[in-house]
T-cell receptor
């Protein structure tokens, strides 16, 4: 049973560019949440998707957007990249209302 | 708003000894869940243990136990018989269970180093 997978593993972009990160949830899970983890800090909630809609959003600008597909996989898009967007981006999947969230290995984004 | 505080940036423990990692929380939600995760240097967040706010007994999972003191709003993680492989970053997190929302609020973590 595959767990949560994310791609790519690492990514290097320059300021002003756009990036798309991808996540496949654990088998049987219908809900995907995205987190940003800056170096030395705990993860910060970006948003959550369920039934292809954004259910809840953290304190992130509109440059951060997402999408969920009918197979429950999800994308995180970040436009007009800033140096401060450099971080580990974690995807977590769960069942709606479930207690546990299972995290993927993350995508490490570096903005130069 | 929910808040998690982990006051120990770093902890050291001798192999085979027990260690307690502190976590205090603040929330106005009546129903919430408390979680502990381990994050090795590879970056993946590994779920360790869960405690629901209405659970009467402290949660245990193998060598991990959660010392839940609701009145004090604390949820400390106890690791017994530490192993070298326990060296990692540990995060305490909470989530409101009433809204079925996925937002987990994390602390800033504690780096645990197990000495041989």
């Amino acid at each position: 049973d595959a767990g949560v997978t994310q791609s790519p593993t690492h990514l290097i972009k320059t300021r002003g560019q756009q990036v798309t990160l991808r996540c496949s949830p654990k088998s049987g899970h219908d809900t995907v949440s995205w987190y940003q983890q800056a170096l030395g800090q705990g993860p910060q909630f970006i948003f959550q998707y369920y039934e292809e809609e954004e259910r809840q959003r953290g304190n992130f600008p509109d440059r951060f957007s997402g999408h969920q597909f009918p197979n429950y996989s999800s994308e995180l898009n970040v436009n007009a990249l800033l140096l401060g967007d450099s971080a580990l981006y974690l995807c977590a999947s769960s069942l709606l209302g479930g207690d546990e969230q299972f995290f993927g290995p993350g995508t490490r984004l570096t903005v130069l | 708003a929910q808040k998690i505080t982990q006051t120990q940036p770093g902890m050291f423990v001798q192999e085979k000894e027990a260690v307690t990692l502190d976590c205090t929380y603040d929330t106005s939600d009546p129903s919430y869940g408390l979680f502990w995760y381990k994050q090795p240097s590879s970056g993946e967040m590994i779920f360790l243990i869960y405690q629901g706010s209405y659970d009467q007994q402290n949660a245990t999972e193998g060598r991990y136990s959660l010392n839940f003191q609701k009145a004090r709003k604390s949820a400390n993680l106890v690791i017994s018989a530490s192993q070298l492989g326990d060296s990692a970053m540990y995060f305490c997190a909470m989530r409101d269970l009433n809204t079925n929302a996925g937002k987990s609020t994390f602390g800033d973590g504690t780096t645990l180093t197990v000495k041989p």
